[in-house]
């Protein structure tokens, strides 16, 4: 199939020319293989191109206007149908050719395809036969069975905490009683050192009171010596 593009190479009007560049741009864009034909220079072309224009796409004084777009002797519309098409993404469909594959157009296409005759369901079940149930709830199923392990693992994991804290409870219980029994043994050797210095001078005043007594008596005993 070959796109044929009625243009008019020597034409005054600058919004022709314009249209004309717009259309011929566009298809080189696409990288659409077309056939540029002249009505300017040829009156076969001219000629052909008035007769297969439809006549409800004519305008009111009869005479169609370049550019002109036909797919062999298929007639596919003006510069506004075309600017329309390329604004809806349609182009490839407006020249009633198939969009290349990837493009914008066919993703498009078989969105609707599959919207309009269901064929993406039929491709994931084509024997029509019903899915079984458990086939269906299975996904569900297995999200239940993990929701309960995770569940029971974190159960675990709480149990595990709720230990190592009961754990570090009774160490910490353990530290303050060793602590506590090692202030109490201070205490009791401070006592015993205070019971000790006590006693040590009670027996240095005992000692020196009994030194003082000897020493008045050998005085009374001198004293009676010299009478």
């Known amino acids: 199939m070959v796109i044929k593009v009625f243009l008019a190479s020597s034409s005054g009007s600058t919004a022709i020319k314009k249209k004309q560049q717009d259309v011929v741009g566009f298809l080189e864009a696409l990288k659409v293989d077309y056939t540029e034909l002249?009505?300017?220079c040829n009156e076969d072309n001219r000629l052909w191109m008035r007769q297969n224009v439809p006549k409800d796409k004519k305008p009111a004084n009869g005479i169609?206007?370049?550019p002109q777009i036909f797919n062999e002797d298929s007639y596919c519309g003006d510069y506004e149908t075309f600017f329309?098409?390329?604004e809806d993404n349609s182009v490839f469909a407006f020249l009633g050719l198939p969009p290349p594959p990837g493009s914008k157009e066919a993703l498009q296409a078989e969105k609707e395809r599959v919207v309009q005759n269901g064929?993406?369901?039929e491709e994931e079940n084509p024997d029509n036969s019903e899915v079984p149930v458990e086939e269906q709830?299975?996904?569900s199923h297995r999200e239940e069975?993990?929701?309960?392990e995770e569940g029971e693992g974190g159960e675990a994991d709480d149990e595990a905490t709720a230990g190592d804290e009961a754990l570090a409870e009774e160490?910490?219980?353990e530290v303050e009683e060793t602590d506590e029994a090692r202030e109490g043994e201070e205490e009791d050797e401070e006592q015993v050192y205070c019971l000790q210095e006590e006693?040590?001078?009670q027996s240095e005043e005992e000692e020196e009171l009994r030194q003082l007594e000897e020493e008045e008596e050998a005085e009374a005993q001198e004293e009676e010596e010299a009478e």
């Open 137 to 139: 709830n299975g996904h």
């Open 199 to 201: 006693e040590d001078l």
């Open 64 to 66: 169609p206007l370049p």
């Open 38 to 40: 002249d009505i300017a």
């Open 145 to 148: 069975e993990e929701e309960e």
């Open 171 to 173: 160490e910490e219980e």
């Open 84 to 86: 329309d098409a390329k």
């Open 119 to 121: 064929t993406h369901a």
